[in-house]
């Protein structure tokens, strides 16, 4: 089965820009879709298809997918974005969805 | 607005089932899939299956294969997701969530507000 691999933390001070990754085999074949989930709460959606945005959703965040890596970047990190965040492709050979394990982004 | 509405905490003893019902509003309950993620305390999200409610088409993850099933009543444009023979590794927050698919793939938004199932003797 298709394996999404992300680093357990990364830590940004206020104001400067964070960088999560997604890791998989040519994964810049598939979509990738984002999700951020703070404590207590239900994920939600932030990007999907490598870097649409939905609506609400802040121009400060974005994304990419090239390769063997996906990125979700968050400019001018805020307090408030301190969350663990989920990459999701879909693998179409098995019909099934998968998630990377998750990011904890910590604003210094 | 678009929303998903689950069914309230239970608690279970190995070796029950469980039955999670997940309410949708502001859309076309048979237009988009449902699919089905847990999360244990303190881990990630893992998904378990997808639902077609116009269809009833389901997909299930090979772990959860033979344990788990998904239905649909579409007069009450609800979906169930039910897991049997139940075991302490079960507990969990259960999450529906509406899935979007083209171009081959498949997100998921909006999220219910999850479903805490405890098993436990």
């Known amino acids: 089965s298709y394996v999404l691999t992300q680093p357990p933390s990364v830590s940004v001070a206020p104001g400067k820009t964070a960088r999560i990754t997604c890791g998989g085999n040519?994964?810049?074949?598939?979509?990738v879709h984002w999700y951020q989930q703070k404590p207590g709460q239900a994920p939600v959606l932030v990007i999907y298809?490598?870097?649409d945005r939905p609506s609400g959703i802040p121009e400060r965040f974005s994304g990419s997918n090239s390769g063997n890596t996906a990125t979700l970047t968050i400019s001018r990190v805020e307090a408030g974005d301190e969350a663990d965040y989920y990459c999701?492709?879909?693998?179409?050979?098995?019909?099934?969805?998968?998630f990377g394990g998750g990011t904890k982004l910590t604003v210094l | 607005q678009v929303q998903l509405v689950q069914s309230g905490a239970e608690v279970k003893k190995p070796g029950a089932s469980v039955k999670v019902s997940c309410k949708a509003s502001?859309?076309?309950?048979?237009?988009?899939?449902i699919n089905w993620v847990r999360q244990a305390t303190g881990q990630g999200l893992e998904w378990m299956g997808w639902?077609?409610?116009?269809?009833?088409?389901?997909g299930y993850a090979q772990k959860f294969q033979g344990r788990v099933t998904m239905t649909r009543n579409t007069s009450i444009s609800t979906a169930y997701m039910e897991l049997s023979s139940l075991r302490s590794e079960d507990t969990a927050v259960y999450y529906c969530?509406?899935?979007?698919?083209?171009?081959?793939?498949?997100?998921?938004?909006?999220w219910g507000q999850g479903t805490l199932v405890t098993v436990s003797s």
């Open positions: 040519n994964i810049g074949s598939k979509s």
């Open positions: 969530a509406r899935g979007f698919v083209g171009g081959g793939t498949e997100w998921f938004d909006p």
């Open positions: 999701q492709v879909w693998d179409s050979s098995s019909d099934h969805g998968v």
């Open positions: 298809y490598d870097s």
């Open positions: 639902m077609n409610p116009n269809s009833g088409n389901t």
């Open positions: 502001g859309y076309t309950f048979t237009s988009y899939d």
